[in-house]
């Protein structure tokens, strides 16, 4: 599984997730996914709720993540645990 980088926005009713495009041909063009999730709950008791995916190339991806970055927005890991199927 490829790694995802996350951000959280200061009121952490936020995150971005930005994670390579697995079907991206090496190469050619590399496109990532930058994922936007809602928190719910107490941070860390229950995944976000993806609300929005896109795919851009990784050039514009760096630039979004750097914008949040000097927006407010800091980095964070997965810390939700997945429930069990």
């Keep these: 599984m490829e790694k995802s980088y996350w951000l959280i926005n200061s009121d952490k009713t ?5 994670k390579k495009n697995d079907k991206s041909i090496n ?3 590399e496109y990532i996914f930058v994922d936007t ?4 709950g107490a941070l860390g008791n229950e995944p ?4 929005t995916s896109i795919s851009v190339d990784i050039d ?15 980095k964070t890991e997965e810390i939700w645990t997945r429930k069990k199927s």
């Design 14 to 18: 936020e995150v971005k997730r930005f």
């Design 27 to 29: 190469g050619v063009f």
């Design 37 to 40: 999730g809602k928190i719910i």
């Design 48 to 51: 976000p709720i993806m609300t």
């Design 60 to 74: 514009l991806a760096r630039e979004i993540y750097e914008r949040l970055l000097s927006q407010g927005w800091r």
